[in-house]
């Protein structure tokens, strides 16, 4: 048998975990876009074609988390720029960023091993690259890696890593350099702490897991004054968590009880049904075949108390248990202690009080390696050879190698995804609602309508279902309509929404028919009612408003899209649609007027309606052209130009609209100070450009 030596096993077992890593999750690449991608990401790659600069401007902010998230927004605009709306590339990004954690876990797992190893038994690159290849190529992550959008918890966790890795080398450096070890602490809180909450806000708690890192590895301990200054470190970022902690005290309502103000469970079932799903979470990992996992985990019973369900005491007992151990044995296996508390750390923001969904798989991508720490403790204990150390960690790489792959597949195509997605959680009512869509797709409605009803009893399954009468018997009935007053408890969401729009346009295209009135009248009962978000608020308005210009006057519908716009005053969507309502009825000087304050609240906001804009612009210019209308297309151009500086298409079209008009000298005007000041490239519109020239130059 040839063993290789370590300056040789170490690049070759690094580069083959890398390699398998990337070649498995290839196979993946053209799987679908899910639930938070689509109003992430769909934006920007409806607008993939834009210049970079207009990219950024649009979308360097998101609309989700405190922070916008800019570190994370800025490689999608990237993948634009690179890629177009190829969605492979984008996923491929993700699986390069998965790899370069995959380094940082290599590094830090190295260096806490060989720090807390007493002999050398286990070498501590050994044990690193089964630690790294386990978490690579566990079936967990798949979830996250190829979910697109989850490329915030991927940076979020890299910057973590590599913060972690920071102060484990700064510690170590404390030996020999004070100020060499310092100025890595530096940059574990000064540069990639920063990184990591621009990322995603889940870095915040990397100051914690320095603390843990601390005390059950490092202990405190260092030469000379080393000891006291890292101990007022650490007590300096103790009263930051007691701040923390008061805060949130203070502002219960702010900060918790308002997350809750849209969910069917309270704070008190969310805290009693966490350690059930942590639970979950450990098997997940430990046992990770596809009945364990499946992505769409909505159907998980809420506990409503400690024996209801009776699994809930059971999980409860489990965690208290997890937890004392690590206390208890946290001086003789120290990574053991640590890695179990640092799973459980990386669940305080999301697994605790906060009012979220109750259970998602990508909330483990980080906490995944704590388990794996302490397992390997655990084993490096009780199989003290190390050739059988390694066999075993072979063994469980090639296991966790061969789900992923299957698990992989299974995300390569929309179909296989939610096929396995219901095969796991036959009772999701996510998974069950795009099946209910698919069926609609082909016209089979009764099973369609199979599906809708384990969806639940919302708003959203009544609209769906009166979409479904729509599509199948070109009606709907009174009583039918009706049934919206029924719904107990309904809140609007997404599903809402969705249905919504879906049944206004069967309506508005003249495929079904329907008293207006009633159907007016159901609105209204859901505008009544509780709405989970102002983007949800936003969405129903302009539903209905849509439904008012088909029935009523065009300025009825008009106050729906100013109360919408209202419901979300930093998105200009309501406006510009409204802008668009008043050119089709002929209100031009209204319409401009509109478009004006929609391009002020675009550009104070997040900025994300550039290309609603442009079109809405071009096509009202091109309307008052065909018109002869050419002042007033002037006007509408300019005020395109302004809202698109760098764009030459609307300085050019408003020359030549003053040209139509009689009036060549403003014309020749606007050019040269297009060209003078630098405003627009004018390469892309070549054409346009030696058209208005040629007419300038024979009109003189």
């Known amino acids: 048998m040839i063993v290789l030596p370590e300056r040789f096993f170490l690049p070759a077992a690094s580069i083959l975990m890398l390699a398998l890593t990337w070649l498995i999750y290839f196979q993946g690449l053209g799987g679908p876009l899910l639930l938070d991608d689509s109003p992430q990401l769909q934006p920007i790659l409806s607008q993939a074609d834009s210049p970079p600069g207009d990219l950024v401007d649009a979308f360097a902010i998101s609309t989700s988390g405190p922070l916008g998230r800019p570190v994370s927004m800025l490689t999608f605009v990237a993948d634009a720029v690179l890629h177009g709306d190829d969605t492979r590339w984008w996923k491929h990004t993700n699986v390069l960023i998965h790899l370069a954690c995959g380094i940082l876990v290599f590094a830090l797992t190295t260096v806490l091993v060989g720090h807390t190893q007493a002999s050398p038994r286990i070498r501590p690159s050994m044990f690193g690259v089964a630690v790294t290849a386990l978490w690579l190529l566990h079936p967990l992550q798949v979830s996250t890696v190829l979910y697109t959008v989850q490329r915030m918890t991927e940076l979020s966790t890299l910057f973590v890593l590599a913060g972690l890795l920071c102060y484990a080398l700064g510690r170590i450096a404390h030996e020999r350099s004070a100020v060499r070890g310092w100025v890595l602490i530096g940059v574990a809180f000064g540069v990639f702490y920063p990184l990591g909450l621009l990322s995603k806000e889940n870095a915040v708690l990397l100051p914690l897991y320095c603390t843990l890192l601390e005390i059950f590895v490092f202990r405190m301990q260092g030469h000379g004054s080393i000891g006291m200054q890292v101990k007022a470190l650490h007590a300096f970022l103790a009263l930051g968590y007691l701040i923390c902690a008061v805060v949130v005290l203070f502002d219960v309502a702010g900060i918790v009880r308002d997350s809750y103000a849209y969910r069917d469970f309270s704070l008190a079932e969310r805290v009693l049904t966490q350690p059930r799903v942590l639970v979950a979470y450990l098997l997940q990992i430990l046992v990770p075949v596809p009945g364990q996992l499946g992505f769409f985990h909505d159907d998980i019973v809420v506990s409503r108390g400690f024996l209801d369900p009776a699994t809930t005491l059971a999980a409860w007992l489990v965690v208290f248990a997890l937890i004392g151990s690590a206390i208890v044995a946290w001086r003789r296996l120290p990574l053991y202690a640590f890695g179990i508390l640092f799973f459980f750390a990386t669940h305080l923001l999301e697994s605790t009080v906060i009012g979220l969904e109750l259970m998602f798989e990508h909330r483990n991508y980080l906490g ?204 200009a969507l309501p406006s510009y649609t409204a802008a668009d309502l008043l050119i089709r009825h002929g209100r031009f000087e209204e319409a401009l007027n509109m478009l004006g304050a929609a391009d002020g609240i675009d550009a104070n906001g997040r900025g994300h309606r550039r290309a609603l804009a442009r079109t809405i612009y071009a096509g009202f210019g091109e309307l008052l052209d065909s018109r002869e209308m050419y002042d007033l297309a002037a006007d509408v151009y300019r005020q395109a130009s302004r809202r698109f500086p760098a764009d030459a298409f609307f300085y050019l079209s408003a020359a030549n609209a003053l040209i139509s008009g009689g009036d060549p000298d403003a014309a020749a005007a606007l050019i040269d100070q297009m060209l003078d000041e630098r405003r627009a490239d004018i390469a892309g519109t070549a054409a346009l450009y030696e058209a208005v020239v040629a007419r300038l130059g024979n009109m003189k």
């Open 368 to 571: 995944l390696l704590g388990i794996l720490l302490a397992g390997g403790d655990l084993l490096r204990q009780v199989v003290p050879k190390p050739s059988a150390m390694a066999a075993a960690a072979a063994v469980l790489v090639i296991i966790t190698s061969a789900l992923t792959f299957d698990r992989v597949q299974t995300w390569s195509s929309p179909g296989e995804l939610y096929v396995a997605a219901y095969e796991s959680h036959p009772a999701s009512p996510r998974v069950n609602l795009v099946l209910a869509n698919a069926a609609t797709a082909t016209g089979d409605f009764t099973a369609a309508r199979r599906h809708l009803l384990r969806t639940g009893s919302g708003f959203g399954s009544v609209l769906h279902g009166l979409f479904l009468d729509c599509l199948e018997s070109g009606a709907l009935t009174a009583d039918r309509i009706a049934a919206i007053r029924n719904v107990e408890h309904g809140v609007v969401e997404a599903h809402t929404t969705s249905s919504a729009n879906s049944l206004v346009t069967s309506i508005v295209d003249h495929d079904c028919r329907v008293d207006d009135e009633r159907l007016l009248a159901m609105f209204d009962v859901m505008l009544s009612a509780r709405i989970r978000s102002d983007m949800d608020h936003q969405q129903l308005l302009m539903a209905k408003a849509r439904l008012l210009e088909s029935v009523r006057d065009p300025g009825v519908a008009l106050l729906a899209y100013s109360g919408a716009q209202s419901a979300t005053p930093d998105d």
